[in-house]
């Protein structure tokens, strides 16, 4: 009771601190305390525990002594590493998880969009997740028909807001997830992670957007690795790590500071030339006017075309929606391919076409080798399982024995760099945290052909390298990677060639230089 008390007064005291800053969401003291191999709150992870016979009375502190003020007008950029507890303080904020101590005060309703897709249905199209999801938020169908034309402009995904969620890449999702939580009448809105998989031009969409925002008198903390986004359209930063608040203040200051306390990797050298010589220079993926084709049902109003009562509002025809059309390259060994463009640009249909998990509708598609493939953060995971439980699962998933994994074990566990976390549910992970444990299992494999999509782009900038590293090493063990990514630094730095879509057709394909400074200019001059 003392601490609450004097928590409570501390918070008096700096009500008043930030003059003409109205104070909308506060804390203080603010701590979060899981439990080694344990759920906190549900009846599933209770009977896992039990079942496994796993009772770890350790505490692991995701969050310890937090105190954080959010102001009308604001938009923070929380910054850090991979558990460093920023999706704890965004579930903290958003009201969705219970401190273990200090206080917080909300003076404002809270929205969060905290995980791609989290409350999407895959089998429902985008245009009916946004009924919803809006409805599960409290608006009536009435309300959501007036949003739905700014939310289906904004997200900018064409027919594809008619197609199924199964068909989105993780890109696509954040379109529509953003742009269904920024049309939302909360004072606060809290953004988890959601940009770093968005490309170049959603980026400044959602920058743009969220100034737009703040003169609205609403506020936005937004949790991200796109630390130039940050720089650019933030107005405060906080740069947590190991749970409390490491520096706060100006994006450009605080941004630097955490820079510069990045590990300095040595990169590793390797000669391409010199592979490809050794392995006899092969084919491994050829694709030969490869075409995917979906079908969605189309109004008569969305093809402004008249029926025969004149309005056009009451018939529907078949329509061919072609996610990739005319696609032809050919992927030789000891390659590293980064695969770029916009979202919905056909790059996700590529990779799952390429693992046989999409059947090609026209052209021919040949692979030689094994393909071992990371498509979606967390895929496969059990989320009532720690993180060490899940590298056995997806080992053995993946084909492994648990003999192999064993062996493995301790080098997934080294090379995740999760520290205390790996002992935690998966449930509690961020996506960050979840693509150090995937990319971990997957890079220990040597697969034939490695393909990554979208993955990377939750990760810090520390586990960027780390993974740059660990990519231009299996080259030496693999036949070839494709990188689907929207990170061109990387693609600039690791990547051997480029490769640029652009609505399902190949726009570029050369040397990474090239082909980038091509897309750059295509998006600054939408």
């Keep these: 009771m003392a601490r609450l008390q004097l928590a409570q007064a501390r918070m008096a005291g700096t009500s008043d601190q930030l003059p003409g800053k109205t104070p909308l969401v506060e804390i203080l003291g603010v701590g979060v305390r899981f439990r080694g191999g344990r759920g906190r709150e549900d009846l599933q992870s209770l009977a896992y525990r039990i079942f496994r016979r796993s009772d770890r009375s350790r505490e692991i502190w995701a969050l310890k002594n937090i105190d954080l003020r959010i102001s009308v007008g ?13 999706t704890t303080l965004c579930r903290v904020l958003a009201g969705l998880l219970r401190p273990d101590c200090g206080i917080i005060s909300r003076h404002c309703e809270v929205s969060a ?3 791609l897709g989290t409350g999407f249905n895959a089998e429902l199209s985008g245009e009916e997740n ?19 034309p700014e939310i289906t402009d904004f997200s900018d995904l064409g027919l594809f807001i008619k197609e199924p969620l199964k068909r989105y890449s993780s890109g696509m999702r954040a379109r529509l997830g953003f742009s269904i ?20 031009g959603f980026q ?12 609205k008198a609403r506020s936005v903390v937004v949790v991200t690795h796109q630390l130039d986004f940050v720089e650019e359209y933030c107005t405060r ?44 220079p092969r084919t491994v993926i050829s694709a030969e006017r490869l075409g995917v084709r979906f ?7 969305a093809r402004n075309e008249p029926t025969a009562d004149g309005n056009g509002g009451g018939t529907f025809s078949e329509h061919a929606l072609w996610a990739l059309r005319e696609v032809n390259f050919a992927l030789q060994q000891g390659e590293i391919l980064g695969v770029i463009g916009r979202n919905g640009a056909g790059k996700t249909t590529l990779c799952r076409a390429l693992t046989g998990i999409i059947k090609p509708d026209a052209g021919r598609l040949l692979v030689s080798g094994r393909i071992t493939a990371l498509l979606t953060v967390g895929a496969g995971f059990n989320a009532q399982l720690s993180g060490k439980d899940n590298i056995l699962l997806g080992g053995m998933m993946l084909g492994m024995r648990k003999r192999q994994l064993r062996e493995l074990y301790p080098q997934i566990v080294e090379f995740a760099e999760l520290g205390d976390a790996i002992d935690r549910p998966v449930k509690t992970f961020s996506a960050g945290m979840r693509t150090r444990l995937g990319f971990s299992i997957l890079a220990n494999l040597n697969p034939e052909v490695f393909i990554i999509d979208e993955a990377l782009g939750a990760g810090d900038a520390s586990f960027q390298e780390k993974a740059s590293a660990r990519l231009q090493e299996l080259i030496a063990e693999a036949d070839a990677v494709i990188v689907v990514t929207h990170d061109m630094q990387f693609v600039e730095r690791v990547c051997t060639r480029a490769l640029w879509l652009d609505a399902g057709r190949v726009r570029a394909d050369g040397k990474p230089e090239e082909v980038l400074g091509a897309y750059r200019q295509a998006v600054q001059a939408v």
Excluded: C, H
């Design 74 to 86: 604001e938009i923070v950029g929380v910054i850090g590493r991979n558990g460093a507890g920023k």
């Design 113 to 115: 969009l905290l995980a």
């Design 130 to 148: 946004v009924y919803l999801n809006g409805m599960m938020l409290g608006y009536s169908k009435k309300q959501l028909d007036r949003m739905l």
């Design 181 to 200: 939580a920024s049309m939302l009448d909360a004072e606060v809105l809290v953004i988890d992670e959601t940009l770093s998989v968005g490309d170049l």
């Design 204 to 215: 400044q969409r959602a920058g743009e957007k969220m100034q737009r925002l703040v003169n």
């Design 237 to 280: 930063s906080v740069w947590l790590e190991n749970g409390a608040v490491k520096s706060e203040g100006t994006p450009t200051d605080t941004v630097a500071q955490y820079r510069a306390s990045l590990p300095k990797r040595t990169p590793v050298q390797i000669s391409f030339t010199d592979t490809r010589r050794q392995l006899k």
């Design 295 to 301: 079908r969605v049902q189309q109004s008569a109003v």
